[in-house]
């Protein structure tokens, strides 16, 4: 056989090979990190932000996470939380009783990975007790548990546990995400969920997000 025709079958074999390759590689790669619905853009959550009302935060008088029925049953046996665990996560297993067995979880707060759903929170973007204080309280029932349940909204996040406890039912004038390449995004979802909502900002929360925003 010509040289040439040698050379280029082996040229073939070694493409063939590296084609088998690639594509074994992409069958197990895991899956791309799941994430809570993507926020408005920046310049629409500009727009958004300058639309809510400016006015001064009202009292926690009367608050209770009660008042805000939750977790609620989503689909068959798994209830809001749950739902969030698998959809935030990679490789998510669950039980019968659809609690999350193993996974693999990124906390865009912090950057943190994890492999158990017990190092996990839930967090509510504009917390409950913030909601309260900027509108809230005036809801019937029915609209907190909406509210506190909102899958479509970028209101539900999975996160680290002391990283959701430390951030409390604060603003954004008070609390960041100490992973300061996520503020954007955060940002961004928190004027969306407030607009959405049609709650109150005060006037520091608006300059802390209007700053943030102005930078994305």
Known sequence: MPVGNVYARRLAVLATSAALTVTGLLATAPAAQAAMPTPVSASTARTYLAALTVKAEGSSSGYSRDLFPHWITQSGACNTRETVLKRDGVSVVTDSSCAATSGRWYSEYDGATWTAAADLDIDH?????????????????????????????????????NVNQSKGDQDPAEWMPSRTAYRCTYARAWVHVKHYWNLSVDSAEKSALQSVLNGC
């Open 125 to 161: 973007m504009v917390p409950l007790a913030e909601a309260w204080r900027s509108g809230a309280n005036s809801w019937s029932t029915s609209q907190r548990q909406s509210f506190a349940n909102d899958l479509t909204r970028p209101q539900l996040i999975a996160v680290t546990d």
